[in-house]
């Protein structure tokens, strides 16, 4: 994995990332790779925002996995900053590498950087094979996540 870099997004990416969202049966019903303009203000929004952290996962100048990191300070837990791991894509030809375990590896090291006292992150109820990943690198499945479609 030593020719892999992790990096900030840029406009340049967000094609590949959102083939990446939208390559399963949940992704597929949700995302429009055909029309980029609302990617490409969300992406202008995020990079707008010091607490937002949309990397990429880079393999000879192709995109291979993406994710996002959110740093949230709060006031519960003694006024502690927790850090959220959302939208965690590998490229289809790239699971089981070992990149989704360094995309998650390079989250944690960040949410340390930036003082966070924890990690959190949901994943989609059928995911299982995404939560048996995410178990075996220490998270556990502690609370019950709620959403209401707006």
């Known amino acids: 994995m030593g020719d892999l870099e992790i990096r900030p997004v840029v406009a340049a990416d967000v094609p590949a990332i959102v083939a990446m969202l939208a390559d399963d049966a949940l992704g597929a019903g949700r995302e429009s790779p055909d029309d980029l303009t609302p990617y490409l203000e969300a992406l202008a929004r995020i990079a707008g925002d010091p ?13 291979v996995g993406t994710l996002q990191l959110t740093v949230i300070p709060g006031l519960s837990r003694k006024g502690s900053t927790r850090s959220i791991v959302e939208g965690v894509r590998i490229h289809a030809d790239e699971r089981g590498s070992g990149l989704g375990a360094l995309l998650i590896e390079w989250a944690v090291d960040e949410s340390r950087r930036q003082n966070c006292q924890l990690v959190q992150l ?29």
């Not at 607490?51 to 995109?63: D, I, P």
């Not at 990943?133 to 959403?147: D, I, Q």
């Open 51 to 63: 607490n937002q952290h949309l990397v990429v996962a880079v393999r000879e100048g192709r995109t």
């Open 122 to 150: 949901t994943s989609d109820a059928t995911r299982t094979d995404a939560h048996r990943f995410y178990e075996r690198l220490g998270f556990e499945a502690s609370h019950v996540g709620f959403k209401l479609q707006l």
